[in-house]
């Protein structure tokens, strides 16, 4: 079965840039899709189809998708973006199973 | 709006079936392109794809659970279901409803979930 594999945490000052990979082999051939879950809360898209913003997200977050590395970028980090973030692609094989990374925890120092 | 809402017993004993079913508002299960899933999530780990149905009742399961796990719909009620057999204190999780607008396509409504606790 496919995996994807995340950090379990970083760390970004207000202000700065945050990156959080996602790795899977040749990843770069799928839509990527990326998850902001704060705690207690349901997930909400943020990032699809490797670097699409859906309306109400604002643009300083940011994806990218190559080889066998899927990135979300987080530019001028705010308190707020404090969350877990998850990748997210469907595999290719059988049924298309869905398949999330283990999720990775922001914390805004 | 679309909505989601999750319903159904917070505790199921050890090896009996789970039992959840999604309410859905602003959205007709029984027509579009739309793929209606549930995903779970344990304490403090990742989120784990059960599987989907699409509108037509064609259904696709994760491989790892697609032995116990079964999805309906229900288009009478606007809501669809999950039953999962044989539970282990593994299956303890929050379980969410979610949808997507096609196949293959991001999960762009979610319901709040509902944790479920399996226990003897």
């Known amino acids: 079965s496919y995996v994807l594999t995340q950090p379990p945490s970083v760390s970004a000052a207000p202000g700065k840039t945050a990156t959080i990979s996602c790795g899977g082999e040749?990843?770069?051939?799928?839509?990527v899709n990326w998850y902001q879950q704060k705690p207690g809360q349901a997930p909400v898209v943020v990032v699809y189809?490797?670097?699409d913003r859906p309306s109400g997200i604002p643009d300083r977050f940011s994806g990218s998708n190559s080889g066998n590395t899927a990135t979300l970028t987080i530019s001028r980090v705010e308190v707020g973006d404090e969350a877990d973030y998850s990748c997210?692609?469907?595999?290719?094989?059988?049924?298309?199973?869905?398949?999330f990374g283990g999720g990775t925890k922001l914390t805004v120092l | 709006q679309v909505q989601l809402r999750e319903s159904g017993p917070g505790l199921v004993k050890t090896s009996q079936t789970l039992s959840l079913t999604c309410s859905v508002s602003?959205?007709?299960?029984?027509?579009?392109?739309?793929?209606w899933n549930w995903i779970r999530q344990p304490a403090g780990k990742g989120l784990e794809w059960i599987g989907r149905?699409?509108?037509?009742?064609?259904?696709y399961y994760n491989p790892s659970l697609r032995s116990r796990a079964t999805i309906s719909l229900d288009t009478s009620k606007n809501q669809f279901s999950l039953k999962l057999s044989s539970t282990t204190a593994a299956d303890t999780a929050v379980y969410y409803c979610?949808?997507?607008?096609?196949?293959?396509?991001?999960?762009?409504?979610w319901g709040q979930g509902t944790l479920v606790t399996v226990s003897s």
């Open positions: 602003g959205a007709s299960i029984s027509s579009g392109t739309y793929y």
């Open positions: 979610a949808r997507t607008d096609g196949y293959n396509r991001p999960f762009d409504f």
């Open positions: 040749n990843i770069g051939s799928k839509s």
């Open positions: 997210q692609v469907w595999d290719s094989s059988g049924d298309h199973p869905g398949v």
């Open positions: 189809d490797d670097n």
């Open positions: 149905i699409f509108t037509s009742g064609r259904t």
